[in-house]
């Protein structure tokens, strides 16, 4: 059975500083990943996805995330943070064909 | 594209009542829809897959017979609290899957902005 675990409930970064959030997975077949985020008392937004193609994927709002076998990772990052960004954040992990597989969670808070 | 919306987006009722919670996808089919439940500060928890034109299939230790799930339509499912108690309090989501285009397609979940139901 696929799982995702996520390293740090809680992250805390300075307004321009890096954002880096830890995403590891287990799968028995190659897997696909996600990054969400989530907004009080909303839904999920896609962030971006690995889908077995380039190994650096860029998504929305200059997020990127990079897929390592080696260390079966999917970390998140971005280079500078903005106040926006204050938001939960889950790593996703398919599990069939289309079932999602969530980690815990990550609450990310960025102040000035 | 792909949006999926969500009604009502907050609902309180008294205990002992059933309510009932819409997830459509408003430009897009989705043959699959999920159900998830989110407490406060946590993950999402899968409760049901629903499938348009049969039984949804429910993950282990939801009750089917609590959590009464319609997908009558494409574009349509339903969940149904029945006798809703103050512990059914949550956020509930739904999601619509779709296949993607392209060379690699896949099925991708879009999600609705959510249903806050609170049980009195």
């Known amino acids: 059975a696929q799982s995702v675990t996520q390293l740090g409930s809680h992250v805390s970064v300075s307004e321009g500083a890096l954002v880096l959030l830890r995403c590891n997975y287990s799968?028995?077949?190659?897997?696909?990943l996600f990054w969400y985020v989530q907004y009080p008392n909303q839904g999920l937004q896609l962030l971006l996805k690995y889908t077995s193609a380039a190994t650096l994927v860029k998504g929305i709002n200059g997020f990127e995330a990079e897929f390592k076998k080696s260390e079966t990772s999917f970390h998140l990052t971005k280079p500078s943070a903005h106040m926006s960004d204050a938001a939960e954040y889950f790593c996703a992990v398919r599990e069939g064909y289309n079932k999602l597989i969530f980690g815990a969670g990550t609450r990310l808070a960025v102040h000035p | 594209g792909a949006v999926v919306s969500q009604h009502p987006s907050w609902v309180i009722c008294k205990s002992g009542t059933s309510v009932k919670i819409e997830c459509r996808s408003l430009?897009?089919?989705?043959?699959?829809m999920f159900w998830y439940r989110q407490f406060p500060k946590q993950s999402l928890m899968l409760m049901a897959t629903s499938n348009e034109g049969s039984k949804a299939t429910y993950e282990q230790g939801v009750e089917k017979d609590k959590f009464l799930i319609n997908h009558a339509s494409l574009t349509l499912s339903t969940l149904t609290v029945t006798s809703a108690h103050p512990e059914d309090s949550s956020f509930y989501i739904c999601s619509a899957s779709s296949l993607t285009s392209g060379r690699e397609a896949y099925y991708e979940q879009y999600f609705g902005p959510g249903t806050r139901l609170t049980v009195t």
């Open positions: 799968s028995s077949v190659p897997p696909y």
């Open positions: 430009d897009f089919q989705a043959t699959t």
